[in-house]
């Protein structure tokens, strides 16, 4: 029998280590939000105040002027409607086969399937810079260099990690599903758009926003495909702020700021999904 002094032992220590989880929660919330609260700091700075040591934490005086200037010495609104066209198309598509082929790894009984899988799923150890030269010498055959779909287009058919992620749910989901949907006679594609898609809306958006983020971020290859200056994206329009005589760190912070708040609205719009999806996507190996 627990003696009363004994209650208040286990209630001290259990009070200890909630304390100890706050804290540790609180310091881990600053050591992320420490860097984008710095950028936003730096992007309303003078040029010379951004160099000053000791550094100043907060601005003397604000300049919002640094992204009037953002928006005047780069096409940033015609570099927002390629960043986000490109984004939306490549992560609309990549949910879509992701979808399709993760269905067919769980569900689908064929010959090989299994080691069709692990094949699929090791092309993730490929360093991604082997594939450069590869990959533009087939866009520049096809004739597509210069052209959004070359940027598109690799990308939506090759995403291990998604496949791999909608793979994880599905075999979560019982297989009396499909059995009921058969005996209805419901077809494959029925029983995947109308039985098991339904269920998807977590892990769907969990995909959507790495997907979304992934596209959106991507600054090598569309610098090496997209030459023109009417079709290249957000981040490469950054990197002009970038040059052998120096960076303009408050322009190139400014325009970061502008550059993440897509990332951030995709987020928070699918907030409650994304969760689900993180908690859903690893029940089952």
């Given at each position: ?56 934490f ?45 269905y ?35 866009m ?16 939506i ?21 499909k ?107």
């Amino acid at each position: 029998m627990i003696k009363p002094g004994e209650v208040k032992v286990m209630k001290k220590k259990l009070n200890a280590v909630k304390i100890a989880e706050f804290v540790g929660m609180c310091i881990l919330a600053f050591i992320f939000i420490m860097p984008f609260f710095w950028t936003v700091i730096t992007s309303l700075k003078a040029p010379n105040e951004i160099l000053t040591w000791p550094p100043t934490f907060f601005p003397e005086k604000p300049i919002f002027k640094n992204y009037t200037d953002v928006i005047k010495k780069i096409n940033i609104f015609r570099m927002f409607g390629n960043s986000i066209y490109i984004a939306l198309v490549t992560t609309v598509g990549q949910v879509f086969f992701c979808s399709l082929a993760g269905y067919a790894f769980a569900k689908l009984d064929f010959r090989g399937r299994e080691l069709l899988f692990k094949i699929y799923l090791s092309t993730m150890m490929v360093p991604g810079m082997i594939l450069l030269i590869p990959r533009y010498v087939i866009m520049r055959e096809l004739g597509w260099v210069d052209k959004h779909v070359s940027v598109i287009l690799p990308f939506i058919f090759g995403n291990a990690f998604g496949v791999f992620l909608m793979r994880q749910f599905y075999m979560t989901l019982p297989g009396q599903l499909k059995e009921a949907a058969i005996i209805d006679g419901a077809s494959q594609p029925q029983i995947f758009i109308r039985v098991y898609m339904p269920l998807t809306k977590a892990i769907v958006s969990t995909l959507f926003v790495f997907s979304f983020m992934g596209s959106w971020n991507d600054f090598l290859w569309p610098l090496i495909t997209l030459q023109s200056a009417k079709l290249k994206t957000l981040p490469i329009g950054l990197a002009s702020f970038q040059s052998l005589y120096g960076v303009q760190y408050n322009l190139l912070m400014a325009g970061a700021v502008l550059s993440v708040l897509p990332v951030m609205l995709a987020f928070l719009l699918a907030q409650k999904q994304f969760i689900e999806g993180i908690a859903l996507s690893g029940v089952k190996g």
